[in-house]
């Protein structure tokens, strides 16, 4: 199970957000180049239709595999009460030639993409995960060399917490907490209901810029 | 039946360490319109090592991939509901440490019943991870087993076939891929054994 916001911000706002993430983290901050395979089931295969991700970190020396499953969202008047998204999620690490078993259980890709950004990981409540990362489409089959991005000059931020069905609600609260620090760069909500970018933005980032010394 | 090869281990010397335990499961394909013909492997397996408790492993030996994940890859399987647990069986028995040798013998059972499919024996020599390097000394260590094992008025032989590890993206250097490549590959001939036996008998 995990929690999970997202918003978006605009790419000229990004070292202002990083800025303001390294000041409220305290740790450093991680490369991110997430190579993303969405894989579906062939029609017919499975009891219903059938969804899974594979990941593919390219940052390590050398890449690292993950099979990740993402289920049902929580839903009922509790879930509308929280302002995050609660839902379950199954992760795997898995050795290099997963996809090629995925493929030959019947699995086919629908679309790739490629993440580039950075994270924090820190602790706040709870296990707090912030991505910021372009969303970047490859024009030939797996060249992540030639990835381009999908929304030019905005980028999507991620704030993500591992959860159970007994501590959802704890760490539901600690995510929101946090993205209120964040509120004047940018708004976060649930996958789906995004706000756009916050007019405050601009003057915000300015001021941290400001704040750190740094001149644009 | 493994009382007795349990003896013969303990008859070379062998210093038994406790029990050991290995699941190997086969599925199949789940399908919405079981009118529509598909080609999906029906040589789909998983299996689960006692030195890795926290791994798990995938083969699909007609088209040698073996994947190698964390334990939780069950729960993905049971979440995507395309393919479904359809008989696991499971080898149990002693272990045994002979110098540099370790040795697992254990009967080869379906996990729901004690119905006794074969005896499973699983050599490994703990100083080298190369395969190449080992062999001959693996070797060596099989003729003195068979040897010990030909006292016993036992019905049947232990048989080894190894399997082109190559074929499967593995490399000289030994690891728990290769296990369970190797207890897909042993599972594949107790099958043809038994298809064998029934085919003699009718």
């Not at chain 1, 995990?2 to 409220?24: D, K, M, N, R």
């Not at chain 1, 289920?71 to 839902?87: N, P, T, Y």
């Not at chain 2, 319109?33 to 040589?43: H, I, L």
Request: hydrophobic share 40%; charged share 20%; proline share 4%.
């Amino acid at each position: 199970m995990e929690c999970v916001v997202q918003g978006i911000i605009e790419t000229q706002h990004v070292e202002a957000l990083e800025i303001l993430l390294q000041g409220l983290c305290g740790v450093h901050r991680e490369r991110l180049r997430i190579h993303e395979s969405c894989l579906k089931s062939s029609p017919n295969l499975g009891l219903v239709a059938s969804e899974v991700r594979v990941l593919c970190d390219l940052e390590q020396p050398e890449p690292t595999w993950i099979v990740r499953h993402i289920g049902g969202a929580m839903r009922g008047s509790g879930a509308e009460q929280i302002s995050v998204l609660v839902r379950t999620m199954v992760e795997s690490k898995v050795s290099k030639n997963v996809l090629r078993l995925f493929y030959a259980l019947g699995y086919k890709l629908d679309h790739e993409l490629l993440r580039v950004g950075f994270a924090f990981h820190f602790q706040r409540g709870a296990s707090i995960t912030v991505t910021v990362s372009s969303v970047n489409k490859m024009l030939k089959l797996h060249a992540t060399d030639e990835a381009v991005p999908v929304t030019p000059g905005i980028q999507l931020v991620e704030v993500t917490a591992p959860a159970s069905s007994e501590n959802y609600s704890e760490v539901a609260a600690a995510v929101s907490s946090f993205c209120e620090y964040l509120a004047p760069l940018l708004h976060l909500s649930k996958p789906g209901t995004s706000t756009g970018v916050v007019p405050t933005a601009a003057a915000a980032a300015a001021s941290l810029m400001s704040d750190a010394g740094v001149t644009t | 039946m493994l009382t007795e090869v349990s003896q013969c281990a303990e008859s070379i010397n062998g210093v038994k360490e406790g029990r050991w335990k290995a699941t190997l499961t086969f599925y199949k394909p789940m399908f919405r319109d079981q009118a529509v013909p598909a080609e999906y492997p029906r040589d789909f397996l998983g299996i689960s090592l006692p030195e890795q408790p926290n791994r798990y492993y995938f083969i699909i030996r007609s088209q040698k991939i073996v994947l190698e994940a964390d334990s939780s890859i069950q729960m993905i399987m049971e979440k995507l509901q395309s393919y479904k647990s359809r008989v696991s069986l499971t080898f149990e028995g002693f272990q045994y440490q002979l110098g540099d040798f370790q040795l697992r013998v254990g009967k080869v059972a379906p996990s729901a019943s004690e119905n006794l499919r074969g005896i499973v024996l699983e050599v490994e020599y703990l100083p080298l991870s190369s395969m190449e390097k080992s062999r001959q000394i693996l070797d060596g260590f099989v003729e003195i087993w068979q040897e010990a094992m030909s006292k016993r008025s036992l019905p049947g032989h232990f048989m080894h076939i190894e399997p082109n590890f190559a074929e499967f993206g593995l490399s000289d250097h030994y690891t728990s891929q290769h296990t369970a490549v190797q207890y897909a590959t042993v599972m594949a001939q107790l099958i043809s054994a038994v298809q064998t036996a029934q085919a003699v008998r009718n």
